[in-house]
């Protein structure tokens, strides 16, 4: 399994982690907004599929010493930036499916849970994205979130966001070329 992720299809990137357990702890970080806070954001979700929610990042806070946000982020990218969303689906410790950027062009997130011994496997795909800016960007962004997900589970120190999403950025400009 590699860590990079890959394109599945036009306009959609899939990843997969293999995660310190159990599922309902994977779960937990995924649905408590305090515990998703520290990986990708803050934000109240119910468990009922039709309702809407709202994420509020804080990406310079999510790793140490990594306050500088790219120039070409800093527009839409500052700390408290948020999204709306709404939950398409809600299994608890199996499936949660969301809308993403509900208010501009809306994509859709799919993660799935499964145990594979004492670990998860989490299986993540963003679909319905445009362009091959916004799959880099979505793709760096994910594969950084997740690092720091695996950080968190883990009880490791995460790196800093934005420079690490910088560099696997630029990784997956190389790698998907114009695919997207």
């Given at each position: 399994?590699?860590?990079?992720?890959?394109?599945?299809?036009?306009?959609?990137?899939?990843f997969?982690?293999?995660l310190?357990?159990?599922?309902?702890?994977?779960?937990?970080?995924?649905?408590?907004?305090?515990?998703?806070?520290?990986?990708?954001?803050?934000?109240?979700?119910?468990?009922?599929?039709?309702?809407?929610?709202?994420?509020?990042?804080?990406?310079?806070?999510?790793?140490?010493?990594?306050?500088?946000?790219p120039?070409?982020?800093?527009?839409?990218?500052?700390?408290?930036?948020?999204?709306?969303?709404?939950?398409?689906?809600?299994?608890?410790?199996?499936?949660?499916?969301f809308?993403?950027?509900?208010?501009?062009?809306?994509?859709?997130?799919?993660?799935?849970?499964?145990?594979?011994?004492?670990?998860?496997?989490?299986?993540?795909?963003?679909?319905?994205?445009?362009?091959?800016?916004?799959?880099?960007?979505?793709?760096?962004?994910?594969?950084?979130?997740?690092?720091?997900?695996?950080?968190?589970?883990?009880?490791?120190?995460?790196?800093?966001?934005w420079?690490?999403?910088?560099?696997?950025?630029?990784?997956?400009?190389?790698?998907?070329?114009?695919?997207?």
């Amino acid at each position: 399994m590699s860590d990079f992720g890959v394109v599945t299809e036009a306009g959609a990137v899939r990843f997969e982690r293999l995660l310190p357990g159990p599922v309902d702890r994977v779960w937990s970080f995924l649905t408590d907004s305090e515990k998703r806070g520290r990986w990708l954001a803050f934000g109240e979700m119910q468990g009922r599929v039709g309702t809407p929610f709202r994420l509020e990042f804080h990406n310079t806070k999510l790793g140490p010493g990594d306050t500088d946000i790219p120039a070409k982020y800093q527009d839409n990218c500052q700390d408290g930036v948020s999204t709306h969303g709404r939950i398409l689906a809600w299994e608890p410790g199996r499936l949660l499916s969301f809308t993403w950027a509900e208010d501009d062009h809306p994509s859709e997130v799919t993660i799935e849970l499964s145990p594979v011994g004492d670990k998860v496997r989490l299986i993540l795909t963003h679909r319905r994205l445009g362009g091959h800016g916004v799959m880099i960007s979505v793709a760096g962004g994910w594969h950084t979130h997740l690092e720091i997900l695996a950080a968190q589970l883990e009880g490791r120190i995460a790196p800093g966001f934005w420079t690490r999403h910088t560099a696997l950025e630029a990784e997956y400009d190389r790698r998907l070329g114009g695919q997207g």
